[in-house]
């Protein structure tokens, strides 16, 4: 694990709940003798929404690859130049280009992974490589589904059931998804961020739901199973950057160089139960880690990822009309 000199001073970092290995952070804070603070948030959208009133002591932020460009339309992050640090080198082929920052000037990798559903197997033995888990869902879990709230992920996903594009701007094809989906959600027991602990004792049996987030249940109730709907599932990539008005520079250059090292990022992955995109982390790897059942797209299903996104603004405010109307 490469390390420079002692840096010492502050790191704020801000993450998604339940993202953050603590050994991780314990490791940055003693090779370069920096004290680090960890904040979470839940969403995309809350974490915007607080940079954007500034005043937040932020250094670094968790964005989805799909929100970049938010952030970047409102000079929100730093083009503090991963592409010129000096373990840059380590990030995989397919992940040192992509479409919010294609020359990788503002982000690096943190972890991959898709959104699909999750379905407790011991309640029902049907097929779940389908949305119908949730749009028409069987009888066995009536009552016992939730969906996680990430709005852009389900209306996609719906919108390839009914045989439309995501992000399109016709009126009937959104009419159409919005009423599939209202018309199921009296079988649906929530829209939530649910704990863990709700799937591990059954009280949910099935959910829209992440890969990684899906290992880890199925570690705890080997019953759960991750399904890929055939129609549309969505693939997406999670990456950490600086942020415009951060306050301790050299500690977050340092924290992005620290998390493309391959033992590092291991760490990761063996936290968060999702890929990583950085080349060498796989010697580090939890065993079994790279073969479970999460990671491995079914081959006859790789062509249906649905590239998670931002839609046109005029489009943007449809779905959020119908998440409204939905949540309600």
């Known amino acids: 694990m490469a390390q420079g000199a002692l840096a010492e001073g502050q790191l704020n970092i801000y993450n998604f709940g339940l993202y953050t290995p603590p050994e991780l952070l314990e490791r940055f804070s003693e090779a370069y003798d920096v004290e680090v603070s960890l904040t979470e948030f839940a969403a995309n959208e809350e974490a915007i929404a607080r940079i954007q009133a500034g005043g937040h002591g932020l250094d670094v932020v968790l ?172 693939q997406w990539m999670d990456n950490m950057a600086i942020l415009a008005d951060a306050t301790n520079v050299e500690n977050a250059r340092l924290f992005l160089n620290f998390i493309m090292d391959p033992e590092n990022a291991a760490l990761i992955s063996n936290y968060t139960r999702y890929g990583n995109g950085i080349s060498g982390s796989d010697a580090y790897m939890d065993a079994g880690l790279l073969d479970s059942p999460e990671l491995q797209v079914p081959e006859a299903l790789q062509g249906a990822a649905i590239d998670q996104q931002l839609c046109a603004p005029e489009v943007q405010e449809l779905y959020t009309r119908i998440w409204t109307e939905l949540t309600r």
């Open 63 to 234: 964005v989805s690859g799909y929100f970049i460009p938010a952030y970047l339309d409102q000079g929100l992050l730093m083009e503090s130049r991963p592409n010129e640090m000096e373990n840059f080198g380590n990030i995989a082929p397919e992940w040192a280009s992509i479409t919010g920052d294609p020359e990788r000037a503002y982000t690096v990798p943190w972890v991959w992974g898709t959104t699909g559903v999750m379905v407790n197997t011991g309640l029902y033995d049907g097929d779940i490589n389908t949305a119908a888990i949730f749009l028409d869902p069987p009888e066995a879990l009536r009552g016992t589904i939730n969906l996680v709230p990430s709005m852009n992920d389900v209306i996609d996903m719906t919108l390839r059931y009914i045989g439309a594009e995501p992000c399109t701007s016709d009126r009937e094809a959104l009419s159409a998804a919005r009423d599939l989906l209202t018309s199921a959600r009296e079988h649906w027991a929530s829209i939530d961020y649910a704990s863990f602990e709700k799937f591990v004792n059954e009280d949910l049996n099935a959910s829209v739901f992440w890969s990684g987030a899906a290992g880890r249940i199925r570690e705890a109730n080997p019953d759960f199973a991750y399904g890929w709907p055939e129609t549309g599932y969505i």
